[in-house]
């Protein structure tokens, strides 16, 4: 059973960078694409962008120009940087798998992290 | 603003049935994306919950069914019961791009 696993710091200071990893065990990094979402408190899911195995990104355009995603495959783990964070990247982030599908496309993400509580803070 | 409307909020009662809303357009749902539905319950990971339209995961009891037609999709839930309350969030892609809905809260009264 897969299961992922979201690490780093909880509390950064404004327009500074926001890292987090996701480790993922019980299974291999390979072959999918992995997301990050987030979730501010009491609000809804944003989708911040995926990674391919390969290296190859993918975006949410309203946070495109701030984020970059990385993945080290020998250590099981992929991560995010959101850059010049505001109070507004206050939110709890998960990372989540997904695979692609000839016929189908895109799958669900599943599994998900527990998540992780960042605030942005001086 | 979400890409995908949901309403903010449904209720009923215990052994009811209650549908779920999720609006989209012709550059997500209506180009084909397939709609997946997330439940996520008070201070936990959204889990899923319906993939692929219509199709429950192993483990999620068939009260639960997903439905979609053109732009839209729905996620019904029968025989109501209290473990069900809890926020809904439906999902797509667009552009192949993830979105979701805003979320909607289900109240069992």
Redesign the interface.
Known sequence: QVQLQESGPGLVKPSETLSLTCTVSGGSISSYYWSWIRQPAGKGLEWIGRIYTSGSTNYNPSLKSRVTMSVDTSKNQFSLKLSSVTAADTAVYYCARAYYDFWSGYSPFDPWGQGTLVTVSS | Q?VLTQPPSVSGAPGQRVTISCTGSSSNIGA???V?W?QQLPG?????LI??NSNR?SGVPDRFSGSKSGTSASLAITGLQAEDEADY?C?S?DS????????TKLTVL
């Open positions: 979400s084909g994306y397939d997946h997330y936990t990971a959204p889990k899923l993939y692929g995961p969030y999902q892609y192949s791009l993830g979105v979701f809905g805003g979320g």
